[in-house]
């Protein structure tokens, strides 16, 4: 089967992150064990009770309770949602050497390519171990992989995580943290201010706070990152009931991409501060923080074997990525880990994302030489 044929039977089943995505998964295991490789699933119920699959594929040695494998192949098998109105969204859609459909591009297209790739080196003798990693839920949150991670499942030595890099090595990646923050006053007729607490000025307050963190923030810089130092948002803001009322609460939605090698926590710390101070000048001022997410960034040497293979094989220099993504996984498991897919990042998750027909092919060209230089020679 050629790899564009596997990437149209790949649309063709919808996987998007709300529903189960056990159908892809035995799909990616019927083809694994067909290619030679043992398969084990490691399912868990999502928050809505659905049942999801991370899905493991080895070849050159068995499963056992401390995994050790030389090269992993890392790809989510969930997409987006998309629009009812883009009738071809399961239908693999070719126009002017690009394949269009929902995760044509984000990240079915690098899955075809690791398991076109595993088929050709089924066929070559392995000298060191080879699994296939496929995930449950990484765009609502990296969610399978972080299940992998905390069970400790799988210690690759390298593993390259596939993403739309436009077949561009990426070594290190920012991190992902929100924190949701409660301001709490007290209510009160507007005519007489004495008798209540306004929880929109104290938020008004701490959103200044949070933007000299962010200035702060521009003093600890990595200059592989553009830009080069963690970034802070406050995206939302909500607060009051109405235009005479003082208002009893103030909601904020915080969120930061921390440079790797810095604790998802720090923001976390200044943010405390700045709420003792504001406690200080005012006693009445009440704050809840819920930190619902702290993701950290990973980071791979310049160096690194698997790196340097990469900017070989591809022809293209390591590079950086703003957006979260499994390879902050992998590393926790004690993988050097890189980023690297078909497509472009700036059309996945839009309706007609698409993946370009001849970066498909140099992608699996590109995993199979990966492969056969790590595993087999
Ligand atoms: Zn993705």
Known sequence: MTVQETLAQLVAIDSVSSRSNVEIVDYLAERCTAAGFG?????????????KVNLIALKGTDFSDSLRVELALVGHTDTVPYDVRWAEALKLTEDDGKLYG??????????AAALTAAEIIAEDKLRKPLALIFTADEEIGLIGAKRLAEAGIIHPRFAIVGEPTSLRPMRAGKGYCLAE????GREAHSAYPALGTSAVFGGARLVNELERIAEQLKGHVHPAFDPSYTTLNVGLIRGGTAKNVIAGECRLTLEWRPIPGQEPGRVLELLSAAIEKE???????????????????????????????????SGNSAGTVAFGTEAAQMTQLGAEAVVMGSGDIRVAHRTGEYVPIDQLQRLVEILTEATRRLCVE
């Open 102 to 111: 929902r995760g044509a591009c984000d990240t079915k297209a690098f899955i």
């Open 39 to 51: 398969i084990k699933r490691f399912p868990y119920a999502d928050d809505n009770d659905v049942r």
């Open 181 to 184: 923050i409660l301001i709490k």
């Open 279 to 313: 406690k200080q000048r005012n006693p009445e001022f009440v704050c809840e923080v819920d930190a619902a997410r702290a993701d950290e960034g990973f980071e791979t040497a310049l160096d690194s074997q698997l790196v340097t293979l990469l900017e070989e094989l």
